[in-house]
């Protein structure tokens, strides 16, 4: 059998119905922004595949460290035992994070960092003495992973309805997406706020923690909104002494133009999970980052209070050996000026794009930029998205749209020439399609 024989035969896809999608595309090398098929056809990474990649497909620094590190330690248990790799990768991540974020526990992949967040926020108020501390608050339609945790606080991103009865309890706040050209948001902002005050007023004292992507909603739509908003909402969440998680595992290392998108909105978040560009996207690997109190809170003389949670895989010497290969990468290779020329060409792509018929809500922050086709709503059920990605396929172009929301997510490395023939491809396609969603 060839490989899609012998996958077809053996394998479950995720986020796929094994009935009707299409055979998967066998991928036999990747290399800068491009990922080259066994049939010969070469297909541009416009998602940086599931967002992850950071500076480049098998970029051979990063390449060289795994080597290297697989050579001296593949692997070695993390309860009572360190290596270089984590202890340096470690360093590194609070050097870069505001204090007091000062404490990496290294998990596995984006919705483990995030479970390990809200065990944490949970047993500090055990540990601390308010167990009446029951409940989670969220934005409306985030995403943070598909584990019980981190579904109940992105239940309202519609993918979990068969688990609803098994989820901890999680108030839904209010998010305020934006775009370019969008002169109406701070209306909309002052109402959410207002909001969530009430929320506050009536429950702050049972709130465990809340929880939020920072500045854009990754799989609910690529929304984004204003960095004040996000300050606002921050400010009074810690006002009222409810510790803040940033879940940075998408916007994490580079994705908003900054190293982390919490720098844009000033906020210091009391936990910070990161996942995905953390190995500059090679290998699975995760960390959560706690604040000095509750770290602090997890002390004592015997176990009782001890954070009883590990996996096998914690803080692999060969993830942490590419994560810190990537950080260096960050320097050598300006990778943040990177970004901001994707981004200036992105813009100037947006301009022209939102003309066309059915396109709206362009906005772009770091190396994102994203439309919404049709309805102005995001919709991950229309069925628009396939039909762009199959025509962008057709045009040598990864991407992977969400219902009717479109957009690129090039990795730093993507030269001018590749972005341009992106775009043109996109905008050809999106001609070519307009009568499935332009009225
Ligand atoms: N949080 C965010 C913001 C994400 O975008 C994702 C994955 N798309 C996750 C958490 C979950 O990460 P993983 O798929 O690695 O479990």
């Known amino acids: 059998m060839n490989i899609v024989e012998t996958d077809r035969a053996y394998v479950w896809h995720p986020f796929t119905q094994e009935r009707t ?36 497909h098998s970029h051979p620094k990063i390449a060289a460290a795994i ?38 526990f290294y998990s596995d992949n984006g919705s483990t960092a995030v479970e390990v967040a809200l065990k944490m926020a949970w047993q500090y108020w055990r540990n601390t003495g308010q167990p ?20 109940a606080v992105g239940r309202t991103s519609g993918y979990y309805a068969p688990f609803e009865g098994l989820m901890c309890q999680v108030r839904h706040v ?3 997406s934006t775009w370019l050209g969008d002169d109406a948001c701070e209306e909309r902002e002052a109402k959410a706020l207002a909001e969530i005050d009430a929320v506050l007023d009536a429950n702050a004292d049972r709130c465990a923690a809340f929880l939020a992507e920072p500045l854009v909603q990754g799989a609910s739509g690529m929304n984004m909104c204003r960095p004040e908003f996000l ?26 133009g900054t190293l982390f998108a919490l720098e844009q909105a000033g ?10 560009g953390i190995s500059g996207g090679f290998l699975p690997l995760a960390a959560t980052v706690a604040n000095t109190r509750i770290y602090e809170a997890f002390l004592g003389d015997d176990f009782h209070n001890a954070f009883a949670h590990g996996h096998s895989f914690t803080a692999n010497p060969l993830g942490c050996a590419a994560g810190v290969a990537s950080f260096a990468l960050f320097e050598e290779e300006g990778t943040l000026a990177r970004i901001k020329r994707i981004n200036a060409a992105n813009r100037a792509w947006l301009a022209e794009v939102a003309r066309l018929p059915g396109v709206g809500r362009p906005r772009a922050l770091g190396s994102i930029a994203a439309i919404t086709l049709g309805r ?46 992106a775009q043109h491809g996109l905008t050809q396609v999106l001609r070519e399609t307009a009568r499935l969603y332009a009225s």
Not at 138 to 149: E, P, Q, R, V
Not at 390 to 399: N, V, W
């Open 21 to 56: 999608a299409p055979p998967p595309l066998p991928v036999v090398r990747a290399s800068g922004a491009s990922l080259f098929l066994e049939d010969g056809r070469e297909l541009l990474d416009m998602a940086c595949s599931w967002w992850v990649n950071v500076h480049g």
């Open 67 to 104: 080597a290297r590190q697989a050579e001296t330690m593949e692997h070695v248990i993390f309860a009572g035992f360190t290596h270089e790799p984590a202890a340096r990768l470690a360093e590194s991540i609070v050097n870069a994070l505001p204090r007091p974020l000062a404490r990496v």
């Open 132 to 151: 009446g501390r029951d409940q989670f608050l969220a934005f409306s339609g985030g995403y943070h992973g598909d584990t019980f945790g981190a579904m």
């Open 174 to 176: 209010p998010f305020v």
């Open 231 to 256: 300050r606002a909402v921050v400010e009074r969440m810690q006002a009222r002494g409810i510790p803040v998680i940033l879940d940075e595992v998408m916007t994490g290392f580079g994705r908003t």
């Open 267 to 276: 906020v210091t978040p009391d936990l910070v999970c990161l996942s995905k």
């Open 376 to 421: 102005q709503e995001s919709d991950y059920h229309a069925s628009v998205g396939a039909a762009v990605k199959a025509a962008c396929f057709k045009q040598g172009l990864l991407i992977r749209p969400m219902g009717n929301v479109v957009y690129l997510m090039p990795p730093a490395c993507i030269s001018q020439e590749e972005l341009a023939r």
